[in-house]
């Protein structure tokens, strides 16, 4: 079964910080590897999604980076806001559809 | 429609009864998904519709559990003789296709039972 690992559970940094946030998983035959943002009270937003032929994606100032062999993938967010105050999660497929999550990492940036 | 809605939005229910919640996916979209987020724990695959075939069911908790959509468009999960521990937020999502796209979930339904 494959098992997800998010680290660190929780963090605060100032704002203007660059932060890395980490993603483990078991099972390295995976057909893609999603980041999803949760706002409190809120459904998930998708953040990027990377295939399994794939080794990052970028959006702004968010980086995802994955390597399979390892069983790791890292969110990188540049210059961190406070809007980017959210819970943080990663999830793996290896379906092609039925995601596993972690647990998320919460994330409060502060002025 | 713009997004994944689905209602209500908060539902407190009495132990023992049955509750239903609404899934409307986004237009278009063949796939529908259906999790669960438990407090302090992370999201549970629970079933997954795709298109005119057999859904994935594999994720259903128990046999109290069921779901369907029809006409290819709206879901329906219900929960028979609901418990205490089925408390948790219910998550819809869809997807354009199966074939590992982009997931768009909807706001959930807190589902509380007293």
């Known amino acids: 079964k494959q098992e997800v690992t998010q680290i660190p559970a929780a963090l605060s940094v100032p704002e203007g910080e660059n932060l890395v946030l980490n993603c483990s998983f078991t099972d390295s035959a995976i057909y893609n590897l999603q980041w999803f943002r949760q706002d409190p009270g809120k459904g998930l937003t998708s953040l990027l999604l990377?295939?399994?032929?794939?080794r990052e994606q970028t959006s702004g100032r968010l980086n995802a980076s994955l390597d399979k062999s390892s069983g790791r993938s890292t969110l990188y967010i540049a210059a961190s806001q406070p809007g980017d105050s959210a819970t943080y999660l990663c999830?793996?497929?290896?379906?092609?559809?039925?995601?596993?999550f972690g647990k998320g990492t919460s994330l409060l940036v502060t002025p | 429609g713009a997004g994944v809605s689905q209602s209500p939005s908060n539902k407190v229910t009495e132990k023992g009864k049955d509750v239903e919640l609404r899934c409307d996916p986004i237009s278009g979209h063949t796939a529908l998904y259906w999790y669960r987020q438990s407090l302090g724990q992370g999201l549970e695959f629970l079933i997954y519709?795709?298109?005119?075939?057999?859904?994935?069911k594999s994720g259903l908790p128990s046999d109290r559990f069921s779901a369907e959509r029809t006409g290819g468009s709206v879901s329906t999960l219900t929960i028979q003789r609901t418990q205490q521990e089925d408390s948790a937020v219910y998550l819809c999502a869809s997807s354009p296709d199966s074939s590992g796209s982009t997931i768009y979930f909807g706001e959930g339904s807190w589902l509380t039972v007293v």
């Open positions: 990377i295939q399994s032929s794939q």
């Open positions: 999830a793996v497929s290896n379906s092609g559809y039925a995601l596993n």
């Open positions: 519709f795709q298109g005119n075939s057999a859904p994935d």
